[in-house]
Antibody, heavy 121, light 110 residues
Framework: EVQLVESGGGLVQPGGSLRLSCAAS????????MNWVRQAPGRGLEWVAN????????YYVDSVKGRFTISRDNAKNSLYLQMNSLRAEDTAVYYC??????????????WGQGTTVTVSS | QSVLTQPPSASGTPGQRVTISCSGS????????VYWYQQFPGTAPKLLIY???QRPSGVPDRFSGSKSGTSASLAISGLRSEDEADYHC???????????FGGGTKLTVL
């Protein structure tokens, strides 16, 4: 079965850290870009970050620059999101999604089920 | 405020044709492909249209996408109750160097 499975979400205090993981099975990790997309409660989708096949290029939404780091391990078919200095506004369901083969061809034809991050004291 | 602009809601009766608009700019829709995603409550989004007007395997041909200039549209013909969902448009933005989404449109089948 083709799937992406996220893990690592949870409740964290403001200023804390979390590391999200996304494991791929039944699908090719390379040569695709990989994305993190989040959705705050009752809100629309917000793209967070993406990473090129070989990790040589990474892009972030302005609101997370300097706080979040995206990475991948192709040998393990895994994608990660290290989230530091978390804020209440980072509270959301975080999805990983397989992108296209170029940065502008979004693809995102395969999504995980999402993992919930709650930032609260 | 989303970079891409969608109406917050749309509605139609069974069998009708409805369209959902997505307005952008020269740095996103104007020069890059538009993608549409369908999302049911509590579930992950699903790719509905890619590269402006292409349907993935398994998506009914009742769904169609188009793009003109800096705007795009999703059309759903022969509306069915199971089409009631949220619809999101997205594109790469060259100026922002990132993916931009619309705010999403909640489609209600009356």
């Amino acid at each position: 079965e083709v799937q992406l499975v996220e893990s690592g979400g949870g409740l964290v205090q403001p200023g804390g850290s979390l590391r999200l993981s996304c494991a791929a099975s039944g699908l090719t990790f390379s040569p695709y870009w990989m994305n993190w997309v989040r959705q705050a409660p009752g809100r629309g989708l917000e793209w967070v970050a993406n990473i090129k096949e070989d990790g040589s290029e990474k892009y972030y939404v302005d609101s997370v620059k300097g706080r979040f780091t995206i990475s991948r391990d192709n040998a393990k078919n895994s994608l990660y999101l290290q989230m530091n200095s978390l804020r209440a506004e980072d509270t959301a369901v975080y999805y990983c999604a397989r992108g296209g083969t170029t940065v502008t061809t979004l693809g995102m034809g395969v999504w995980g089920q999402g993992t919930t991050v709650t930032v609260s004291s | 405020q989303s970079v891409l602009t969608q109406p917050p809601s749309a509605s139609g009766t069974p069998g009708q044709r409805v369209t959902i608009s997505c307005s952008g700019s020269s740095s996103n829709i104007g020069i890059n492909y538009v993608y549409w995603y369908q999302q049911f409550p509590g579930t992950a989004p699903k790719l509905l249209i890619y590269r402006n007007d292409q349907r993935p395997s398994g998506v009914p041909d009742r769904f169609s996408g188009s793009k003109s200039g800096t705007s795009a549209s999703l059309a759903i013909s022969g509306l069915r109750s199971e089409d009631e969902a949220d619809y999101h448009c997205a594109a790469w933005d060259d100026s922002l160097s990132g993916v931009v989404f619309g705010g999403g449109t909640k489609l209600t089948v009356l």
